[in-house]
């Protein structure tokens, strides 16, 4: 069956919600830009803006205060409803984490390549590029790491596999902590992320599903992390 395409509005939908979870341009409480600098940012007419305003409404993202604006209001509950928040909390080891990893992320990163609007792969090269920045100036790296992560799961378009990055970020965050000290995963994960960016900004799904997967088998061969 083939996959329905989403609306314009879905789309602009999508990416305010990029706005508020990944690039945290908002946060709970805060007041988005008002209708015409928002539609002119976003180019698109007023009324598909309206409309994707009144998608997050009703997923309960954004509140429309009558006679003083649109703000925040919840999304850390749209990512976490499906049960996983107790998971979420458990202590797991870096095995498991990574494993975790290396079944998801590869086959991630090949419906993103296939999948990811423009804007959304602009976004994930960003915070790619981005999280380089930051290894080469001895930066913590950790909520770009994220946010790369994030914004390619994003562009799946599957909302299930939005909802586990919650999860996965327990992985990421063990990992940049463990990796700190060694300078050849440093060094992997830099050559690993501009493989995994160039295969996606071709589009090359193929091989930025394995990109990622040598990108997670690399970092569990550096933490010493036995796949069998």
Request: charged fraction near 35%; glycine fraction near 4%; proline fraction near 2%.
């Amino acid at each position: 069956m083939p996959r329905k395409e989403k609306s314009l509005s879905e789309r602009i939908a999508d990416d305010i919600l990029a706005m508020i979870t990944i690039d945290k341009k908002f946060t709970i409480g805060d007041k988005l830009p008002n209708e015409n600098e928002l539609s002119s940012q976003m180019k698109v007419s007023r009324t598909t803006l309206r409309e994707a305003i009144r998608i997050l409404v009703a997923h309960n993202i954004l509140e429309i205060k009558r006679g003083k604006g649109t703000y925040v209001k919840n999304h850390e509950g749209f990512n976490e409803n499906l049960g996983l928040e107790e998971f979420s909390t458990t202590k797991l080891n870096a095995k498991d984490l990574y494993e975790m990893r290396l079944i998801f992320e590869p086959q991630t990163a090949y419906y993103a390549a296939k999948r990811a609007t423009d804007k959304e792969l602009e976004r994930i090269l960003y915070y790619g590029k981005l999280e380089e920045e930051k290894i080469l100036n001895n930066e913590d790296r950790t909520e770009a790491e994220q946010a790369f992560h994030k914004s390619i799961a994003k562009a799946t378009h599957n909302e299930f596999m939005d909802k586990l990055m919650p999860i996965l970020y327990k992985a990421i965050d063990k990992g940049v902590i463990l990796s700190d000290e060694n300078e050849d995963i440093i060094k992997d994960t830099l050559n690993d992320h501009r493989m995994i960016m160039e295969f996606l900004a071709s589009r090359d799904a193929e091989g930025a599903k394995t990109a990622m997967k040598l990108h997670i088998l690399h970092a569990m061969r550096g933490l010493d992390i036995n796949n069998e």
